[in-house]
């Protein structure tokens, strides 16, 4: 079983809607979990951290975490084309001790 | 990528051949990361340091080294490079293992 697991994509959506982006992972003693925007071309940025169970809101962007399911999602509302890239989840194992596992990312297109 | 450069930002070299990517910051970051991606596999962690001199192996270590002799320098060496190795290198840095990391604008290496 891969660390952490996302739905590769493409996620196509309509502008203005709600994207949905999950994310899955194995590791039980996990603690922090992080999203990470990355454009065509361009280096992954950090959008988004959570590491407590429930949402975490910031602008149109919603971090969702449920450690019990080991789940973890990003909500993206009032879509915009500029959205249109790839998302990496990412997670921090072993209460911080060891570096980030990431996923290989859900590409997502935002249709004008 | 305020604070974190990489160098070249483009290479083309022979199969065989050394090449050193160079990752310079000036954030004073304890922490620094060499990643790269590809199609199909995500980001994948080659070596990471913890401080001056202390380096630890990454996912992908075979075939290449790291060295960080001050905090804002961390090279990474490909002793003798290998068609596989084409890929787009990522640096990152960050003051804890926590996640936080920031990502230089990468290094497009070609082995032909």
């Known amino acids: 079983q891969k660390e952490v697991e996302q739905n590769s994509g493409p996620l196509s959506v309509p502008e203005g809607a709600i994207a949905s982006l999950n994310c899955t992972y194995s590791?039980?003693?996990?603690?922090?979990f992080f999203w990470y925007r990355q454009y065509s071309g361009k280096s992954p940025e950090l959008i988004m951290s959570?590491?407590?169970?429930g949402d975490k809101e910031d602008g149109r962007f919603t971090a969702q975490l449920n450690k019990a399911s080991q789940y973890v999602s990003l909500l993206i509302r009032d879509s915009q084309p500029s959205d249109s890239a790839t998302y990496l989840c990412?997670?921090?194992?072993?209460?911080?001790?060891?570096?980030?596992?990431f996923g290989k990312g859900t590409r997502l297109s935002v249709i004008a | 990528d305020a604070g974190i450069t990489q160098s070249p930002r483009h290479k083309v070299t022979e199969t065989g051949t050394p090449v050193t990517l160079r990752c310079h910051q000036t954030?004073?970051?304890?922490?620094m990361y060499w990643y790269r991606q590809d199609p199909g596999h995500g980001l994948r962690l080659i070596h990471y340091?913890?401080?001056?001199?202390?380096?630890d192996k990454g996912e992908v270590s075979d075939g290449y080294s790291v060295s960080r002799s001050k905090t804002e320098d961390f090279l990474l060496t490909l002793e003798s490079a290998t068609s596989s190795q084409t890929s787009v290198y990522f640096c990152?840095?960050?003051?804890?293992?926590?996640?936080?990391?920031?990502f230089g604008p990468g290094t497009r290496l070609t082995v032909l």
């Open positions: 990152a840095i960050s003051p804890t293992l926590m996640g936080d990391e920031f």
């Open positions: 590791d039980r003693v996990s603690q922090s």
């Open positions: 959570i590491y407590s169970n």
């Open positions: 990412a997670v921090n194992r072993n209460s911080g001790n060891t570096p980030l596992v």
């Open positions: 954030e004073n970051h304890r922490y």
């Open positions: 340091s913890y401080g001056v001199k202390d380096t």
